[in-house]
């Protein structure tokens, strides 16, 4: 049996795990429309493109996905109707987009506010009254507002007075707020843009926002002033100390945060030699302790202060780590330095594709290569000479610039002092002339 207490102990719980549960989905249904929005975004650039390069009916295709894919939003709809209005010249293409886009964003002001600005820019009155009457019947009246005026506008503007009189009552009746009265639709009724001279030299607007700013200015002033300290008893001061004024305002400590000096580390360099590389050193300062006063103990040596780690970095290398901002300055995505360098290490980088080698052309070998010369037919008396030698000149050994067969190569080739062709030649240069 649960009594009354415990039984409203169990409903507040549920109430406020309720709240809880609310505030963790509104939290969500914002992050959820940022990355909605930025997606559309992405679709919009997506067909631009798509019709710069490759004409309407590629965007047209992309608008088929993209209209499909998860939390589209309305400016999808809004881009590819006003890309096929002003690209393609067909109104006919571009109502009927609008017309698919309310089926999903009929509660959404924004996009009707867009789909009435295409129906009054193509002077259609019937369907943009009808869109007007359609959209207030359905939309709730915390989100009509925006809707409301419009029509109020388009009334005034191309309306009669029964038509816009019919409007102001109607708006007045649905918004149901105190703050609206038939004098601002009358001052709205008779301005044009930025053209306010009813309410701005007639009504004293200027006035009352004269007024609203300084009694804004004043509160300000007010929540700035700190909270009065108890009177102390003033201390005795000389007549130079009564001359003084202080050259600097007080700082308040609520609106000016002051450092936490107890996690202030002493610097103590330690000394290290001129042409040495630069060290970077990292300290990870621990959480501060409140430790009891000691007595003064005698100084003792200082000794330079061991860092965790230090690590010693080429010259280029750490002339860049030095320009650098400090680590406590980035506030963006962190990359595990290990990963990367795995990933460097066992990346497999496709080599350049190789030219094929070109030999050279064989040589041709002479004709003679590997064969006996042939003997002369008479030792005694040879027929005749080739190369133009005449018969009592001795050949030449060894240097080619004789014959072209002097300096032959294979097996055959003649020893460089051969005898017996030492003898012939003798024998030449002692025979009589014919």
């Not at 201390?235 to 001359?243: D, G, L, N, Y």
């Not at 070109?358 to 070998?365: G, I, L, N, Q, S």
Request: proline residues 14%; positive net charge.
């Amino acid at each position: 049996d649960i009594d009354g207490e415990l039984r409203e102990q169990l409903r507040s719980k549920e109430r406020h795990a309720k709240r809880e549960q609310e505030a963790v989905e509104k939290k969500l249904n914002e992050q959820v429309e940022v990355i909605a929005r930025a997606g559309s975004l992405v679709w919009i650039n997506y067909m631009r493109f798509a019709r710069r390069t490759d004409g309407i009916k590629s965007a047209r295709a992309l608008f088929s996905k993209a209209r499909k894919a998860t939390n589209c939003t309305y400016h999808v709809y809004v881009a590819d109707a006003l890309m096929e209005y002003h690209n393609s010249k067909d109104a006919t293409i571009a109502g009927k987009v609008f017309s698919l886009g309310q089926k999903s964003f009929a509660d959404h002001p924004d996009f009707v506010c867009q789909y009435l600005d295409f129906l009054i820019q193509m002077n259609d009155d019937n369907n943009t009254r009808a869109l007007f009457e359609r959209t207030l019947a359905t939309m709730p009246a915390e989100k009509a507002g925006p809707i409301w005026l419009k029509f109020l506008d388009y009334e005034n503007k191309y309306g009669d007075l029964a038509s816009v009189q019919s409007v102001e009552k109607r708006r007045i009746e649905a918004m149901a707020n105190p703050n609206v009265s038939i004098m601002e639709s009358f001052l709205k009724r008779q301005s044009y843009l930025d053209i306010c001279t009813i309410e701005e030299q007639e009504l004293g607007y200027a006035a009352r926002r004269r007024l609203q700013q300084e009694q804004t200015e004043t509160k300000e002033t007010v929540q700035e002033q700190p909270t009065p300290a108890p009177p102390a008893a003033p201390p005795v001061q000389t007549s130079k100390e009564h001359q003084k004024r202080p050259l600097l305002e007080p700082v308040h400590p609520e609106k000016y945060p002051r450092p936490d000096l107890s996690q202030w580390q002493p610097f103590k360099p330690a000394a290290r030699p001129a042409n040495a590389s630069p060290l970077i050193t990292t300290i990870v300062p621990g959480p501060p302790v409140d430790t009891p006063p000691q007595p003064p103990s005698p100084p003792a040596p200082t000794v330079p202060i061991q860092p965790q780690w230090t690590t010693s970095l080429p010259d280029a290398v750490a002339y860049f780590v030095s320009n650098l901002p400090p680590a406590q300055t980035f506030n963006g995505p962190i990359i595990p330095p290990g990963e990367i360098v795995e990933l460097l290490r066992t990346i497999i980088i496709p080599l350049p594709p190789q030219r094929p080698s070109v030999k050279p052309p064989p040589r041709e070998m002479p004709r003679n290569f590997g064969r006996p010369a042939p003997p002369p037919s008479n030792p005694a008396r040879p027929q005749g000479f080739k190369g133009g030698r005449p018969p009592n000149q001795m050949p030449m050994r060894a240097t080619g610039a004789g014959k072209p067969n002097a300096k032959r190569i294979g097996p055959n080739r003649p020893p460089d002092f051969d005898l017996f062709r030492q003898r012939q030649a003798k024998r030449h240069r002692d025979d009589p002339p014919f």
